[in-house]
């Protein structure tokens, strides 16, 4: 049966949103056919579904050069409705384009030629572009007067789409659950009409309204469901972009949402879709100033002004200027910023319906006039702040309980500050419980390190060592006392490890080379990504673990003999709390920088050392800069505390550059049982007996013979059998430490600062990574990996650790001992060796790596620099 030109046509604009290339191809037959014809009415219907679909494929020029001509076809086929309707959809693309007063003057000219449902539509396009100029008023007052005509003439299509723009606008208000109601039917719509696409608009909104109070898991899911349909479709990621990097940033995961943001900013520069640019802008720029960057923070703050003021978007303008006084704060000359300029901003923001720059403005504000002796206006500006406290999202109620206590403080009431931070802390800690991700949870409590510095500023402003002890202890690694939440019996992440891990294999192997090879690591990062978001999506168990202070007699009646140290850090300086004898001493100990100078030392003296063809005058002055270093970092760290601690047994809790610090090379520390635990709790929590006993596991990886060398004889020492060679998979070694209650793991470690869950051990099959060691029901409780860097952490805001060694701590491991410098493999085995002797023979972790380190002194320099780099971490 033969298609007319108009059926065809009316065909090609059916399709035109949901599968733009079939539309397109569609459409231009058509338009030939009406050309030949003189159809100017089909042609018209033809020109307009082009415009569309070439508008979806992210081509905005050609899109207005097919509408306009859909208007001259209209015009000559004498109707003022396909030529109105032309025009409505020029208006679109217009504000795409970034000119929304252009628009509006297209679609109030579309108006005047149209009445039904087709005028129903116009005035749901125009409170859309109403909208995106944040005139919200006018923009709902346009959806109300739409909507009924719209479902009077059951155009579905057009209903649903104002149901999703008013989702959004209702988000923007903070009514989140009309939002979700509006957007959830625009979603049964989409599927009631097979609309793909328009699904996918709908399932990004979706994540929008859950990204906005603060349901990350939630939000994650329905950014992954929308980006799906649109790779699949072939359709526009900016905006997506722009919505992932928001929720990035509202978690700290800065790195991964500057670059998603500056991949949104090329997106729209590329596909010249200027309406959405300055939003992307003043995201990098959020991102670049927490990033540390505040000189690129200041460029695309300003660009974004300038382009919201082009589009007359005055309440995105607000935004923007604030965004430039904060970059222009950080940057190098913040005395040129002026209170009063801040304090307009927060007055603006507030108008301008931006509550959380309202706050941060407030804060901020007050913060300068504090510091600048005008103590009443910046009272009044915490005081205003604050009223946010009762009601909203988590962050932003927990920064009004900042401003509160700040406010409090400014009134000399120190006891009513102290309480106003601990309410503040668990808004975030039952938000943290929200997240199963261990990313998530880690990076997520950079928002309690304000409040938590202000509680140990309080404390140590009373100079008493316990309150200072127990506010220490609220700032640092809160996601390691609780175990990961993961299910036990996931499908998908493990075929995706296994993935993960050939692939990995293949590249290591050699893998082909030129665009073999890069396809390769094309794969593993996708892979690395998609294993990433799946565990992201994890929900929380809902429970907030925020456990009080341990009672310094407690901590006291576990450590016995021991001493122990917890050095804090605050405004640049270092202090050391010494706990020993039912008492707890308090001591200032200078400068963090010069103290992380020494540190950042001590891994290329002992690299030197241990080079295998190093000549004997390099080593020598390795020697001496190794020498040097441990000795001003004793009388730094331990000796003015060596009253206290006399010579007991220590447990060392290290705060920042002290996190990869190997601590035997310290005069103070050798030959001593040494403990290193990421906090005082969490010792605390480990150092009771081990439960069950299981079996010795021994395993080494592949590509390192003195691994092997060494497995065997730790393994002779446990008289158990090693896995070595093919044996020494991920499965068998999981399993394995699934039974055991030791575990000896040589082998190759990797830790990746960029994405830390992806630290790993090499194995037979590929590498073993924490997402792997977070699906075992059990760990030992008693692990030594010796590997390069293993027991090194990535250090995150809050000192909330990353890596293998804080992970096997998580999961329940009670002790571990491992590096936290790189090894030569070869000179590990006899301070191993040494270690599992005195180990077997009954001596705990912490003394036997004492006593077989000092055996290990008087060899060669190679074999002492490779077992100083060891530290036994946990309860010892």
Known sequence: MSVTTGEQAREALRLAEDEPGRSFTLASEAALRARAERDHAAGAVAERAMGIAVLHLEDLDTAVAHLRTAIALGHRARSPRLAAEARMTLAFVLNRRGRPRRALSEIDGALSGLDGVERARAQAQRAAILQQLGRLDEALSGYRAALPALRRAGDLLWVQRVLSNRGVLHTFRHAYVAAEADLQEAERLCAELGLGLSTGFVQENLGFVNARRGDVPAALHYFDLAEGRYRALGAQLGSLLVDRSELLLSVRLVTEAREAAAQAVGEFERERRRIGLPEARLLLARAALLDGDPASALQEARRAVREFARQERHDWVSLARFSVLTARLAGERPSHVAAGQVEQAADALASAGWPAAALDARLLGARLALDRGRT???????RQAGRGRRRGPAALRARAWYAEALLRLAAGDRRGATVAVGAGLRILDEHRATLGATDLRAHVAGHRTELAELGLRIALRQARPRRVLAWAEQGRARHLLTRPVRPPDDPVLAGALAELRATVAAIDQGGGAGRGAAKLVQRQVALEAAIRD?????????????????????????????????????????????????????????????????????????????????????????AVVLRHAAEQLDAVLLRPLARETGDRPLVLVP????????????????????????????????????????????????????ARVEAEMVATIHRTGPLLGPAATVAAVAAALNRAGLAHLAAHGRVRADNPLFS??????????????????????????????????VVRAGDELLGLSATFLSLGTRRLVASVVPLPDAETAPVMVAFHRLLAAGRPPAAALADAQQQMAGEEAKVMAASAGFVCIGAG
């Open 655 to 706: 705060t920042g550059p002290l996190q990869s610090l190997p601590w035997s090379i310290l005069p103070s520390c050798a030959g001593r049982s040494v403990s290193v635990s990421p906090s005082a709790a969490l010792w605390h929590a480990a150092s009771g007996p081990p439960t069950g006993s299981g079996h010795v596991v021994v395993a080494a990886g592949p590509g390192l013979p003195g």
């Open 376 to 382: 009443g206006q910046g009272r009044q500006q915490l």
């Open 534 to 622: 799946h565990c992201r999506r994890q929900v929380g168990d809902g429970a907030a673990y925020s456990p009080d202070p341990i009672p310094v007699e407690r901590l006291c009646q576990a450590l016995g003999d021991a001493a122990l140290v917890e050095f804090v850090q605050l405004d640049g300086v270092l202090h050391a709390l010494a706990v020993a004898g039912g008492r707890v001493r308090l001591r200032p100990l200078g400068p963090v920088a010069a103290v992380r100078d020494l540190v950042d030392r001590l891994p290329f003296a002992l690299h030197r050392l241990a080079r295998h063809h190093a000549s004997p005058a390099s080593r020598s002055a390795a």
């Open 760 to 793: 790993s051990l090499r194995l037979a099959d590929g590498p073993l990574t924490i997402y792997d060691l977070e699906q075992l029901e059990r760990v030992p409780h008693t692990v030594v990996l010796a590997a390069c860097d293993s027991g090194r952490a």
